[in-house]
């Protein structure tokens, strides 16, 4: 059995045939899976600095130089790294006294922080499965995000409290501004709300649960999922960016609505990170520094940078790894980075690749290097390479930049 690292799910049911040291054969991956499987063969990185292909050792060699002789270098990446390698990072930034961040300031970074702080309750989809009976897709879209989340956890699988699963015991809730591929699964209770209506959107469902009318959006259908709520045995929100997104400084609204369906019933909480491992790097950043994302190393002790903005502003040179800031940040911080010495560790080419002015490659975890990462529940999943490769693991590579430092 293999682990798939397309998504936080971390399927660990993944059957493989190799034949001469090949994948010949593959069975229990999802599209986006079998996507992840074959960029193996794609377009792959080489050792390059300033465009030219060089030695691994003088390209890990230039990495250290810039990293030693910079001011306030940047660290950014790590939800596609295993844990082994996000503790050498974290390390790492101390050594050089430099800043430490994912996407997460972007993404579910502001959930995360409740969440394992302990503020918001939360579950493993073990119990999903075994024991929900009311999930709702809150600005997210597992259809295509997390493609086996339903069937492996949230809606199809009978579970020891749930035989009759979705044709009697599931009810599938989606709250979303556009009618995505999991809304039209759940059309029955689909919730379209207005861009940046979820805050007026969680008073509406306070209201009906306080018994009282709601003064905003469709009364008789808010009623009807106040209704849908209070019976739920066990309920789990699943939230994506779009409504972390849209909330922002008013996730007290959130937490209070927790609060209140937890004094009816059982309600949880699993955030729909992404990328593999970015739970994980959240996770250890709090317990080696009590943040969870950017922190700012000063006189080897911790704190937090003001925002993502200053860091990609202030920084004057990043290493980057796993990750594509020049195509995923917002133009600003993009330019800003595009504008000093970039070092980028990935298996594949990207516009951060592209741009870098020493590129590392690295072997892809899950396939071509071992380690251990946190599904998006929080739960820890361990994986063994199953290919050999000539390529190094994150972790090896930040080791050795480390050395040479
Ligand atoms: S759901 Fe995610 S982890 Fe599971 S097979 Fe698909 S991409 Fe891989």
Request: glycine share 8%.
């Given at each position: 059995m293999a682990v798939c690292t397309g998504c936080s799910l971390l399927c660990e049911d993944i059957e493989l045939v190799m034949t001469a040291g090949a994948i010949s054969q593959v069975k229990n991956l999802c599209r986006k899976g079998q996507g992840h499987f074959q960029s193996l063969l794609t377009e792959r990185t080489k050792p390059m600095i300033d465009g030219q292909e060089v030695k691994l050792d003088q390209a890990i060699g230039k990495a250290a130089e810039i990293l030693k002789n910079a001011k306030r270098p940047l660290l950014y990446g790590w939800s596609n790294s295993t844990m082994e390698a996000q503790a050498v990072g974290i390390d790492l930034a101390k050594k050089l006294g430099a800043t430490i961040d994912d996407s997460s300031s972007f993404c579910q970074g502001i959930l995360m922080e409740r969440i394992l702080a302990g503020k918001i309750p939360t579950s493993t989809l073990d119990d999903v499965r075994n024991y929900a009976d009311t999930s709702i897709f809150w600005g997210s879209d597992p259809s295509n995000s997390h493609p086996r989340h339903l069937s492996r956890f949230s809606y199809y699988p009978r579970g020891e409290k749930r035989q009759k699963s979705y044709e009697e015991e599931r009810t599938c809730i989606v709250v979303d501004v556009r009618k995505s591929a999991t809304a039209r699964l759940c059309s029955n209770y689909y919730f379209r709300l207005p861009p940046g209506g979820d805050a007026e959107f969680v008073e509406a469902i306070l209201a009906v649960l306080e018994?009282?009318?709601?003064?905003?959006?469709?009364?008789?259908?808010?009623i009807e999922l106040g209704s849908i709520l209070k019976k739920t045995e066990y309920g789990v929100i699943f939230p994506g960016r779009g409504l972390v997104n849209s909330l922002q400084d008013k996730m007290d609204l959130f937490e209070n609505l927790l609060?209140?369906?937890?004094?009816?019933?059982?309600?949880?909480?699993?955030?729909?990170?992404?990328?593999?491992?970015?739970?994980?790097?959240?996770?250890?950043?709090?317990?080696?520094?009590?943040?969870?994302?950017?922190?700012?190393?000063?006189?080897g002790l911790a704190s937090q940078e003001q925002s993502l903005v200053a860091a990609t502003k202030n920084c004057d040179a990043a290493l980057v790894i796993g990750s594509d800031p020049l195509s995923d940040l917002p133009f600003g911080m993009a330019h800003a980075l595009a504008k000093i010495p970039l070092i980028a560790i990935d298996p594949h080419r990207s516009l951060t690749t592209d741009a870098a002015k020493v590129v590392i490659p690295a072997a892809l975890s899950g396939l071509e290097a071992g380690g251990t990462a946190l599904r998006m529940d929080g739960v820890m999943i361990k994986f063994e390479s199953i290919i050999k490769s000539e390529h190094s693991s994150d972790e090896q590579i930040l080791t050795k930049i480390m050395e040479a430092i």
């Open positions: 018994g009282k009318i709601p003064k905003t959006g469709d009364k008789k259908r808010i609060a209140k369906l937890n004094e009816i019933t059982a309600f949880k909480v699993i955030p729909m990170v992404e990328h593999y491992n970015a739970r994980g790097f959240n996770q250890l950043l709090l317990d080696k520094t009590g943040f969870i994302k950017r922190v700012i190393f000063q006189s």
